[in-house]
């Protein structure tokens, strides 16, 4: 935060906040982006799913190719349910 930030929040009575969030990781946007892809995929939308995200999705065996078609894995489900779970709580 820069000198001038600080005067005016101080100034505003503004609260300082010097916490900042850190970006988040490769593993955690592939995890946000997993329900999402794979509902377009249910709706057979896959050429709206960037490239990158099915080739790092096929890499880490959430996805696989079954007779032209791509599915979810076994550990793709696994992730799948985690991150239902954590969304209903």
Known sequence: ???????????????????VMPPKSRGQM???SLLPTVELLGQRNASQVGDEL?????????????GGT??????GSNVCEQLLRAGGK
């Not at 000198?3 to 010097?18: F, K, V, W």
């Not at 791509?70 to 550990?75: E, H, K, P, Q, S």
């Open 70 to 75: 791509l599915r979810l894995t076994v550990i």
């Open 30 to 32: 592939l995890r946000d």
């Open 1 to 19: 935060m820069s000198r001038l930030t600080r005067i005016r929040a101080s100034q505003s009575g503004a609260p300082l906040s010097t916490t």
């Open 54 to 66: 099915l080739a790092d999705y096929l890499a880490l065996d959430w996805l696989e190719w079954n």
